[in-house]
């Protein structure tokens, strides 16, 4: 199935900008969509953004466009999510994810390998 390693979290103040990383291994990552999730204290998670292989198709939640870009780098088998302008309410644990199927655009509720997640604090 592949192993997921989120890394680029911390504290930032709003208005400010954090690039995630995921790195994977134990798969062929170029043929798999990647995608990106969070969950905020108290909340259920949700979507963040996907970028499936060769960037055929690109997705992004509603309240993340514009502000977020999700990219893939095929050579170091990582996905990033650069996040600009960030508000508090985009305090969060923030999941890198995949499915077991390479070639497949998944419907959120069906990635099925997931990191470990990395925490972002958007506060002043």
């Known amino acids: 199935q592949g192993q997921l390693e989120e890394s680029g979290g911390g504290l930032v103040q709003p208005g400010g900008s954090l690039r995630l990383s995921c790195v994977v291994s134990?798969?062929?990552?170029?043929?798999?969509?990647m995608g990106w999730f969070r969950q905020a204290p108290g909340k259920e998670r949700e979507f963040v953004a996907s970028?499936?292989?060769?960037?055929?198709?690109?997705e992004y939640a509603d309240s993340v466009r514009g502000r977020f870009t999700i990219s893939r780098d095929d050579d170091q088998n990582t996905v990033y999510l650069q996040m600009n302008s960030l508000k508090p309410e985009d305090t969060a644990v923030y999941y890198c994810?995949?499915?077991?199927?390479?070639?497949?655009?998944?419907?959120?509720?069906?990635?099925?390998?997931w990191g470990q997640g990395t925490l972002v604090t958007v506060s002043s």
């Open positions: 994810a995949t499915h077991t199927t390479p070639l497949r655009f998944p419907t959120p509720s069906e990635y099925d390998v």
């Open positions: 970028i499936a292989w060769s960037n055929v198709k690109i």
């Open positions: 134990g798969r062929a990552f170029e043929y798999y969509t």
